[in-house]
T-cell receptor
């Protein structure tokens, strides 16, 4: 099976712009979670989607949003980018989510200038 | 809120020495998972522990789940340079679909 894929892998934006990141889960996986990882920090949970529904959300401002499509692919959007949004954004998929093993994609490295 | 704490934050060892990282949850966990992230890479699943007091081994790695299911440890015997990376524990938040990750322990191995 192909692994989790994320596009783009690298992105440079300027403050105030918006960005959309894409994640394609492993075939058959219906849960997609998004995490933000900053240098020296752990993995901060953004949100989790299952069958096109957001089931849980982390403590991030409303500028961070996401969605999931019927084919389980997911996108996350960050509007009005700030310098502090520079991070590695990881998505992870699992069959049903929750307590299951998470399979991570390679991440999208976002740099905000 | 529920928290998962991990210590130490960093560990620098000489190749051949042992290494241990500890994970503590503020609440009882239904299971604990361990992930490894190599420098420049993404987290990769290592193992999941479910039962109270469970011990699992993977070659030189030994994983343990506490009796109260609130703590866990990962022990590496005779570290090698290939063990370099950050080790994260993670546990599911009760009644949600959210996996909470510890802050990670970064392991550096001197050859």
């Amino acid at each position: 099976k192909a692994g989790v894929t994320q596009t783009p892998r690298y992105l440079i934006k300027t403050r105030g712009q918006q960005v959309t990141l894409s994640c394609s889960p492993i075939s058959g996986h219906r849960s997609v979670s998004w995490y933000q990882q900053t240098p020296g920090q752990g993995l901060q949970f953004l949100f989790e989607y299952f069958s096109e529904t957001q089931r849980n959300k982390g403590n991030f401002p409303g500028r961070f949003s996401g969605r999931q499509f019927s084919n389980s692919r997911s996108e996350m959007n960050v509007s009005t980018l700030e310098l502090g949004d520079s991070a590695l954004y990881l998505c992870a998929s699992s069959v049903k989510g929750g307590m299951e093993t998470q399979y991570f994609g390679p991440g999208t490295r976002l740099l905000v200038l | 809120g529920q928290q998962v704490m991990q210590i130490p934050q960093y560990q620098h060892v000489q190749e051949g020495e042992d290494f241990t990282t500890y994970c503590n949850s503020s609440t009882t966990l239904s299971n604990i998972q361990w992930y490894k992230q190599r420098p420049g890479g993404h987290p990769v699943f290592l193992i999941q522990l479910v039962k109270s007091g469970e011990v699992k081994k993977q070659k030189r790695l030994t994983f343990q789940f506490g009796e109260a299911k609130k703590n866990s440890s990962l022990h590496i015997t005779a570290t090698q340079t290939t063990d370099v990376g950050t080790y994260f524990c993670a546990g599911p938040m009760d009644s949600s679909y959210k996996l909470i990750f510890g802050s990670g322990t970064r392991l550096l191995v001197r050859p």
